[in-house]
């Protein structure tokens, strides 16, 4: 069972550098999402999503683009690349029903310099 | 604003210890409440989850009650592993499914 993928696993970019973190899931699942990880934060939802063509904003949204033109892949794009987004990005997915677990991918190690 | 207070770690134990993780949450509606562990270089697993007050989750040996009085879900586990070292996560969601996680609290334990 693949469940949520995510590539790559690490990545190093150069300030100012564009690139995009794939996700995707072969569950079927409506809703998807993507977090970031710091050390002593937890986990900060980015953007999320409750189907194909439906994208909306979570808690620190700038800095990064999300499309859903299909309903098992949710890239994020990030578009000019700043240290602040030095961090371990985790794409999540789910039914909608609020009481549904969440199934999470292993993470995205991105560094920038 | 809807939040998840956990206590900091690392909790270190030793093998076959009480564990006990403190969890409190601030909510303006009736939330569903969970744990998530994170093992080391993995994402992370729902553990347990209760849906409403009063309800116990259970998995792996370990346990927490939704306790609306005090707005808690503390995690607890009888006798831990060595195999348990990793962080544990609370969060809540309110009739969607954005969670909302604390900051997670590191579990070391030791032989």
């Known amino acids: 069972n693949a469940g949520v993928t995510q590539t790559p696993k690490f990545q190093v970019l150069k300030t100012g550098q564009s690139m995009t973190l794939q996700c995707a899931q072969d569950?079927?699942?409506?809703?998807m999402s993507w977090y970031r990880q710091d050390p002593g934060m937890g986990l900060r939802l980015i953007h999320y999503?409750?189907?194909?063509?439906?994208?909306d904003q979570g808690e620190v949204p700038n800095g990064y683009n999300v499309s859903r033109s299909t309903t098992e892949d949710f890239p994020l794009r990030l578009l000019s690349a700043a240290p602040s987004q030095t961090s371990v990005y985790f794409c999540?997915?789910?039914?909608?029903?609020?009481?549904?677990?969440?199934?999470f991918g292993d993470g995205t190690r991105l560094s920038i310099l | 604003g809807d939040s998840v207070t956990q206590m900091e770690g690392p909790v270190t134990l030793s093998e076959e210890a009480f564990l006990t993780i403190n969890c409190t949450y601030t909510?303006?509606?009736?939330?569903?409440l969970f744990w998530y562990v994170q093992y080391p270089g993995e994402g992370l697993q729902l553990l347990l989850k209760?849906?409403?007050?009063?309800d116990k989750g259970s998995n792996k040996g370990f346990e927490a009650t939704y306790r609306k009085e005090t707005t808690s879900f503390h995690l607890e586990k009888g006798s831990v592993q060595v195999s348990d070292s990793a962080v544990y996560f609370c969060?809540?969601?309110?009739?969607?499914?954005?969670?909302?996680f604390g900051t997670g609290t590191r579990l070391q334990v030791f032989p």
């Open positions: 909510a303006t509606g009736y939330p569903s």
């Open positions: 999503s409750v189907g194909a063509g439906i994208t």
């Open positions: 569950m079927n699942h409506e809703y």
């Open positions: 209760a849906t409403k007050a009063d």
């Open positions: 999540a997915s789910s039914r909608t029903d609020g009481n549904q677990p969440q199934h």
């Open positions: 969060a809540l969601t309110i009739n969607t499914d954005k969670l909302i």
